[in-house]
């Protein structure tokens, strides 16, 4: 039996927001190791002249800071205790009508997608989601409900802790943010900002893989889930 940690960050997940492209995105480790990570994580920050307070941020990516974020990526990808999954969702074609449920169920639905595949009944987790607005008090208690259910954990003996944390306060759910950017942005076909072209461009390198299509289910580093509809 493990017990990991699971940081989980989204992207665009309301149901009118400036992108059409929703990613759901989670970080994870065992709980043991969570320790000598943000470690490491300080130390390619004070390594690129950076405070040990620098957010972590898609949106910080830059042509300036390349190799600080070059850096990070070589590091997730060569520590064996880090794994990363994301749930990629156009919200065009949704139709909630016909499905018969509300934006917030079905972005329930979409979290138990996310989760699903890293969540092992012999282990216990504890999941930790950015503060995003007033109602999340409220989304983490329903999460809760929804991924106990679904895994007949009533006792709550495998999902033993879902927390909201800030972002600016962990350098994981940071991570998660970075990731999930760059997920997203490989989507488009606009991207000008060539700091962020070169980082998508890293991850590729590093993964194998384009990041515009599904992964094989048990993909441990970099798993993507492209939700098609049902």
Not at 1 to 11: G, K, L, V
Not at 37 to 66: M, N, P, Y
Not at 130 to 156: H, W
Not at 212 to 230: D, I, Q, V
């Amino acid at each position: 039996m493990s017990h990991i940690n699971i940081y989980c960050d989204e992207s665009n997940h309301l149901e009118s927001s400036g992108s059409n492209i929703m990613v759901l995105g989670a970080v994870y480790c065992p709980t043991d190791k969570r320790k000598s990570v943000c470690e490491r994580i300080q130390d390619i920050k004070s390594k690129h002249g950076l405070s040990a307070e620098f957010e972590i941020k898609w949106t910080k990516v830059s042509a300036s800071k390349i190799e600080f974020y070059k850096d990070l990526v070589d590091y997730f990808y060569d520590d064996d205790d880090l794994g990363f999954r994301a749930v990629i969702a156009d919200k065009d074609t949704l139709d909630h009508e016909r499905h018969g449920q509300t934006h917030d169920e079905w972005y329930y639905k979409m979290y138990f997608q996310l989760l699903s595949v890293v969540l092992n009944p012999e282990n216990k987790y504890y999941i930790y989601l950015d503060i995003k607005d007033t109602q999340g008090a409220r989304k983490v208690q329903k999460l809760q409900e929804v991924l106990c259910s679904n895994f007949y954990d009533f006792n709550q003996q495998i999902i033993k802790r879902v927390q909201q944390i800030r972002s600016e306060e962990s350098n994981l759910v940071q991570l998660a943010d970075l990731l999930i950017g760059a997920i997203q942005a490989s989507k488009r076909e606009d991207a000008t900002n060539t700091g962020k072209l070169e980082l998508i461009e890293q991850i590729k390198h590093r993964t194998g893989y384009s990041l515009k299509r599904n992964t094989l289910p048990k993909e441990y580093k970099t798993n993507l889930f492209y939700w098609l509809g049902s």
